[in-house]
């Protein structure tokens, strides 16, 4: 592939860079030029518990979610019952994806149990949290200046062994973007998904006796 077709990554941390391009709403069919990349970062400000980790397993399940979010592209909800996509920016991974890995670096970072991954290191881990990716895009607004993020997942954390729940929350968050171009809507994602995924941990590290 020639350099000037490969697709630019960017990431999105604390500090937002600038994005290149503006988006508009497009359909799923793409664009013809190349497309700007970019990855949500887990929150900064995540607690590290101070003893020892829990000699536990948890495995953190690729979240579920209906078609229209299993994908990389940027959706926009125009209205209620209508699903497109921002022509020239994607995520750096399938929605699902780029959340379970989301997930999995937070509760990592706070160091509470031995192993946090997708998959057992052997027969099977001893917690499994199975979420479900119910909205993951911007909504635009009735006058179509501005929109509104929203980030909402249900988790349940179930023993491995016997298959029990052993807790069940939704998480949801809202954060309004200025526009629909590629910086605003940015910044709006990170905001919301970065108060979904604290509050998944807090939850988390509770439930199981860790916070």
């Known amino acids: 592939m020639p350099a000037a077709q490969m697709i630019r990554a960017l990431t999105l941390a604390a500090t937002l860079p600038l994005l290149a391009s503006c988006g508009a709403i497009s359909a799923l069919s793409?664009?013809?030029?190349?497309?700007?990349?970019l990855e949500l970062q887990p929150p900064a400000d995540l607690p590290v518990v101070a003893r020892r980790p829990q000699a536990?397993?948890?495995?953190?399940?690729?979240?579920?979610?209906?078609?229209?979010?299993?994908?990389d592209r940027i959706m926009i909800r125009p209205g209620p019952?209508?699903?497109?996509?921002l022509p020239d920016v994607r995520w750096s991974e399938d929605a699902p994806v780029m959340l379970q890995t989301l997930m999995l670096r937070a509760l990592d970072t706070t160091q509470?149990?031995?192993?946090?991954?997708?998959?057992?290191?052997g027969p099977g881990g001893d917690f499994a949290i199975v979420?479900?990716?119910?909205?993951?895009?911007?909504?635009?607004?009735?006058?179509?200046?501005?929109a509104r993020v929203v980030v909402r997942m249900i988790s349940r954390i179930v023993r491995e062994r016997g298959l029990d729940i052993v807790a069940t929350r939704t998480f949801a968050a809202a954060a309004p973007a200025a526009s629909i171009g590629?910086?605003?809507?940015?910044v709006a994602f990170d905001a919301a998904t970065g108060q979904v995924i604290s509050e998944f941990t807090l939850w988390t590290l509770s439930a199981l006796g860790a916070g």
């Open 30 to 37: 793409g664009a013809a030029t190349p497309l700007d990349v």
């Open 56 to 71: 536990r397993d948890v495995i953190i399940e690729e979240p579920t979610t209906s078609g229209a979010l299993a994908t």
């Open 81 to 85: 019952l209508q699903a497109q996509y």
């Open 112 to 121: 509470a149990f031995q192993y946090v991954g997708r998959r057992p290191l």
């Open 131 to 146: 979420t479900e990716l119910v909205d993951f895009q911007a909504e635009l607004s009735p006058d179509g200046d501005g």
């Open 182 to 186: 590629d910086q605003d809507l940015a």
